[in-house]
Structure formats: structure tokens, C-alpha cells
């Protein structure tokens, strides 16, 4: 039942991503270059060229669509943070919105996670991303970080470092997305945002759950986007050591 239902939407969201080179341009319009360029590429599905400097074949799937990327550019664009964080890198379309913005902004620094950037993705998101990543004051605007996500939370959260806004989209199951987000709620600043990806699986669908009905320091911002749930913290974690509210489990 599960492939099913990833079946028919990987259908529909090929179908839905299977536009003219002319509407992707159209869409991409708002970007400068290069981000528009690279993009352009990536979401024609021309092969990319990975660290070892070969052209390889994209898998066709693994993406953001067009219109969940621009929702997290003008998102960057109009809250301009001054730090933004992503787990879950792959061939790094999301990651060249996040640039894109911060260029703009000239403000920002993106940090990306990903443990299999340079084995599985072929390092053809770092890449991209180092073709463009802008220097402000010097320093570049983009790390990566190849380790897991939850193992690099311990140490961000020891350093005592803060980000404005964490997009969560690494692995996607049930508990790896709930760790990721209870450690990266940690993370965020008061006033920022948590952005969890792939609302069409059951597993984020019921840690939206989660989030809803047990997490009264963050509150739901409601898009046009439905594939995302948008959540802006506006406290501190104050819950009782045993409170617990029962939330629905999406199948
Ligand atoms: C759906 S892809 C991300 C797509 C990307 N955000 C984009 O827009 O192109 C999921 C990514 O999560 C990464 N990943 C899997 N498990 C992870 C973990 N435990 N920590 C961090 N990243 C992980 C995978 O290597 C993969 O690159």
C-alpha cells in the first residue's frame, strides 16, 4: 500500500514537474544568475557534474518542485535570517533557493546536512552550490556538513549555535523525522521557523500531528504550498515532564 502511494505520487509529481523548458524559465524568472541557470539545469534534468568532475544522469525524483522552492525563496527573502539550515542536501535544489535568497538578502548563512553528499549524490549538490555561493565580508555564505542529522544536532546545540530557519527533509521516516525535529526545535530561534517537507507521507503527515497537538511553543503558519507544514516558535519548551496530548496517526 505504502509503494502504492508513493508510486502515484511520484506520478503525479513527475507529471507535475514535466514542464516546458519555456514555463520553468518563466517560473525561474525572479532569480538572478547564475541561481536561475543552475536551476534551470537541474530541473530540465541535464546531467550534473559530480567532485570527481563526470557528467552523471539525475535520478528524475529527488527534488523539491519548482513551486516549493520558490515558496522558500521569497519565505528567505521577505523574514531575510541571518542563518538557515537544511537537512537532507542530495543534488542541492533546495539548497541553491536557500543561496539564491541569501544573495539577494546579502545577508545569510546556509548550512547544509547530509552524510551522503559526496558518496551517494556524487557531491553534484556541493558543487553547484560552491559555483555560486557568494562571499560576504570575505567568508563564504554555505557549509556542508556530511554527517547525520541527529549526531550533528548534539553538537550544534552544544556549541550553542542558533538558526532562523531549519528546513527538515533527510530521512523520512517516522522517528528520524521526529528526532530531527525535537533536536532542531532546540536549534531554532524564538521567532523562527521549522519547514518539514513531504506532507503527502504519512510519516511527516503524523509528526505534523505530533507538532499540533503537543508543541504549544510553535504555532502553524498555513501556505498555499500543501506538500509543506510551515511552524513558527514562539516560546520555549515549557511542557510538564509527563504531558502528553494523543494525536492522529495518518495512514
Ligand atoms: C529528499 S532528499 C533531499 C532533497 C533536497 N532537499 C532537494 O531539494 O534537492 C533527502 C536527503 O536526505 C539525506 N539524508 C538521509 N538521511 C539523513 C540523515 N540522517 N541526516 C541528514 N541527511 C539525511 C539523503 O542523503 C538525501 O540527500
Not at 525524483?61 to 537544511?86: D, H, R
Not at 503527502?200 to 505534523?208: A, D, L, N, R
Not at 498555513?222 to 495518518?250: C, H, L, M, Q
Request: proline share 3%; aromatic share 10%; net charge neutral.
Amino acid at each position: 500500500m505504502k509503494n502504492l502511494i508513493r508510486k502515484i505520487s511520484r506520478v503525479l509529481g513527475i507529471k507535475a514537474e514535466k514542464k516546458s523548458i519555456d514555463s520553468i524559465h518563466e517560473s525561474l524568472v525572479k532569480l538572478d544568475t547564475p541561481f536561475r541557470n543552475l536551476l534551470l539545469s537541474l530541473y530540465q534534468e541535464a546531467p550534473q557534474k559530480g567532485l570527481d568532475n563526470q557528467l552523471h544522469q539525475l535520478d528524475g525524483e529527488t527534488k523539491i518542485s519548482i513551486e516549493q522552492g520558490l515558496w522558500l525563496y521569497e519565505f528567505c527573502i521577505s523574514k531575510k535570517p541571518a542563518s538557515t539550515l537544511e537537512i537532507g542536501m542530495a543534488y542541492g535544489y533546495s539548497t541553491l533557493f536557500f543561496l539564491a535568497a541569501a544573495a539577494k538578502n546579502h545577508k545569510g548563512q546556509h548550512t547544509a546536512i547530509d552524510p551522503f553528499q559526496k558518496t551517494h549524490w556524487k557531491g553534484i549538490g556541493l558543487s553547484l552550490a560552491m559555483e555560486c555561493t557568494p562571499k560576504m565580508e570575505g567568508k563564504a555564505i554555505f557549509q556542508l556538513i556530511e554527517d547525520y542529522s541527529d549526531r550533528t544536532a548534539s553538537d550544534i546545540i552544544r556549541r550553542g549555535h542558533k538558526f532562523d530557519i531549519v528546513f527538515i527533509d533527510g530521512n523520512h521516516r517516522f522517528d528520524d523525522v521526529l528526532v530531527d525535529f525535537y533536536l532542531y526545535a532546540q536549534v531554532c530561534t524564538v521567532g523562527g521557523w521549522i519547514i518539514l517537507d513531504d506532507m503527502w507521507m504519512p510519516s511527516i503527515k503524523t509528526v505534523v500531528n505530533f507538532i499540533r497537538s503537543n508543541r504549544k511553543d510553535f504555532i502553524e503558519l498555513p501556505t498555499n504550498i500543501s506538500n509543506i507544514a510551515v511552524f513558527r516558535k514562539v516560546g520555549d519548551d515549557t511542557r510538564k515532564w509527563d504531558e502528553f496530548s494523543a494525536f492522529p496517526v495518518a495512514k
